[in-house]
């Protein structure tokens, strides 16, 4: 069915009425006509102009009311996945791999990282990517698309420094929700980067828990260590708890989820990069979605629907008579 970005204009419809109550054709007088046989030719012509210039005011309410149809989805098949990219935005990532101090031509690990996922992105030509930040809290920034012009520039607008701290709980959180309503084909792969980690309370790691299931998800999680800090990997002291050693406590509890999952360590942009590739190497399965489809504007036609009745009014008004002839 068609429709209208701005409906109100279609109250200007009553306008196309009002050629049938006045015709604004120049009348000539003459004293009787009745003698005359009726002129069939005379009334067809009539109510042509009329209807010409009800037409005319009507399609050009519809023009101006943004008429347009949105077209149906067309289905795709193809190897791939439905990605979501959950991308750190707290203050650290502007930092280098070597520390806090980086040189000034040295690359930030939110710049190697913006700079590794917009190729993963570009050679993956099948896969839907969202992308979410995170820092003290979540934002959405691209739901699943496959619009990789607009993942692109989402993911290139992380490599600026961000502010705050890691609340990776509502970040994860959000970026499950994204997988809500959408057809369950291919693989479901959440792709977590970040350089560190947050402790996750009871109450949300039963929701993280039940969202990986229900959306049958499974994670990957990138984790940009500088080389003398913590691994999520490491065994931490005995007297250590979640707050001195968070990677750790994360990982155990990503590994028990239920649902597959790896983890990457990446101290340096070659790191990231293998990381980044072997991800695409694993995430290849069939795939089936909806390709969203341009509408199709109306709006054109319905000017030219106008134009030519318009056209059709002035030649007949050049052709009236002001005073019958003898």
């Given at each position: 069915?068609?429709?209208?970005?701005?409906?109100?204009?279609?109250?200007?419809?009553?306008?196309?009425?009002?050629?049938?109550?006045?015709?604004?054709?120049?009348?000539?007088?003459?004293?009787?006509?009745?003698?005359?046989?009726?002129?069939?030719?005379?009334?067809?012509?009539?109510?042509?102009?009329?209807?010409?210039?009800?037409?005319?005011?009507?399609?050009?309410?519809?023009?101006?009311?943004?008429?347009?149809?949105?077209?149906?989805?067309?289905?795709?098949?193809?190897?791939?996945?439905?990605?979501?990219?959950?991308?750190?935005?707290?203050?650290?990532?502007?930092?280098?791999?070597?520390?806090?101090?980086?040189?000034?031509?040295?690359?930030?690990?939110?710049?190697?990282?913006?700079?590794?996922?917009?190729?993963?992105?570009?050679q993956r030509l099948r896969d839907l990517f969202g992308v979410?930040?995170?820092?003290?809290?979540?934002?959405?920034?691209?739901?699943?698309?496959?619009?990789?012009?607009?993942?692109?520039?989402?993911?290139?607008?992380?490599?600026?420094?961000?502010?705050?701290?890691?609340?990776?709980?509502?970040?994860?959180?959000?970026?499950?929700?994204?997988?809500?309503?959408?057809?369950?084909?291919?693989?479901?792969?959440?792709?977590?980067?970040?350089?560190?980690?947050?402790?996750?309370?009871?109450?949300?790691?039963?929701?993280?828990?039940?969202?990986?299931?229900?959306?049958?998800?499974?994670?990957?999680?990138?984790?940009?260590?500088?080389?003398?800090?913590?691994?999520?990997?490491?065994?931490?002291?005995?007297?250590?708890?979640?707050?001195?050693?968070?990677?750790?406590?994360?990982?155990?509890?990503?590994?028990?989820?239920?649902?597959?999952?790896?983890?990457?360590?990446?101290?340096?942009?070659?790191?990231?990069?293998?990381?980044?590739?072997?991800?695409?190497?694993?995430q290849n399965q069939p795939l089936r979605y909806l390709q969203?489809?341009?509408?199709?504007?109306?709006?054109?036609?319905?000017?030219?629907?106008?134009?030519?009745?318009?056209?059709?009014?002035?030649?007949?008004?050049?052709?009236?008579?002001?005073?019958?002839?003898?």
């Open positions: 069915m068609p429709e209208f970005d701005q409906p109100l204009w279609l109250l200007a419809l009553l306008l196309a009425l009002l050629p049938w109550w006045r015709h604004g054709q120049q009348r000539v007088d003459w004293a009787d006509l009745r003698a005359l046989p009726p002129d069939r030719l005379s009334r067809a012509v009539d109510g042509a102009l009329r209807a010409s210039a009800s037409l005319a005011l009507a399609a050009a309410a519809f023009s101006l009311a943004g008429v347009h149809r949105q077209a149906a989805p067309v289905e795709r098949s193809g190897t791939g996945a439905h990605i979501v990219v959950l991308l750190d935005r707290s203050a650290s990532m502007a930092d280098g791999f070597a520390g806090s101090r980086r040189q000034a031509d040295e690359e930030s690990k939110g710049e190697a990282a913006a700079r590794l996922l917009d190729a993963f992105v570009s979410v930040f995170f820092s003290t809290a979540p934002m959405r920034v691209l739901g699943l698309s496959g619009d990789h012009d607009a993942v692109r520039a989402a993911i290139a607008s992380s490599a600026a420094p961000g502010i705050g701290l890691t609340n990776i709980s509502a970040g994860l959180t959000m970026a499950l929700e994204s997988f809500r309503d959408q057809p369950r084909s291919g693989s479901r792969v959440l792709l977590l980067v970040s350089d560190g980690a947050a402790s996750i309370d009871a109450r949300a790691q039963v929701t993280i828990r039940r969202l990986f299931q229900e959306h049958q998800a499974q994670l990957y999680w990138i984790y940009l260590r500088t080389p003398n800090g913590n691994s999520p990997t490491r065994l931490p002291t005995p007297d250590a708890g979640a707050d001195v050693a968070p990677e750790y406590y994360l990982d155990r509890f990503f590994s028990d989820l239920g649902s597959p999952y790896r983890l990457y360590e990446a101290d340096n942009p070659r790191a990231l990069a293998h990381a980044i590739e072997d991800v695409s190497r694993l969203p489809q341009p509408r199709r504007e109306l709006a054109r036609g319905f000017d030219a629907l106008a134009l030519a009745c318009v056209l059709l009014l002035l030649a007949a008004r050049l052709l009236e008579q002001p005073r019958w002839r003898r």
